[in-house]
Nanobody
């Protein structure tokens, strides 16, 4: 079992930046692909970004490409999501997930473990 705890969410003005962290415990994340998903009020959860076990491959939703950067530090058992140029539509609860394939995560498949989420609110 892997326990995932997200942090770093909060209130930020449009155009600002936030860095989310996902700390894992219970097992090393070095064998897992990791991903970030989000769910806005009244909407379904959607894929944001994923990264393979080594960090050599990353994937992004079109809506965040060029603004968000996913990274991982397997030695610290932590995954990050750097979010720049935030927009109102980025407001959502952001969830960290662990799974077998960063590619499959793009289609919302193959996630085995989830965190409880951290709220990001972007204001004018």
């Amino acid at each position: 079992q892997v326990q995932l705890v997200e942090s770093g969410g909060g209130l930020v003005q449009a155009g600002g930046s936030l860095r989310l962290s996902c700390a894992a415990s219970g097992r090393t994340i070095g064998v897992y692909a990791m991903g970030w998903f989000r769910q806005a009020p009244g909407k379904e959860r959607e894929f944001v970004s994923s990264i393979n076990w080594s960090g050599s491959s990353t994937y992004y939703a079109d809506s965040v490409k060029g603004r968000f950067t996913i990274s991982r530090d397997n030695a610290k058992n932590t995954v990050y999501l750097q979010m720049n140029s935030l927009k109102l539509e980025d407001t959502a609860v952001y969830y960290c997930a662990a799974g077998g394939s960063a590619v499959d995560m793009r289609s919302n498949y193959g996630t085995s473990f989830w965190g409880k989420g951290t709220l990001v609110t972007v204001s004018l």
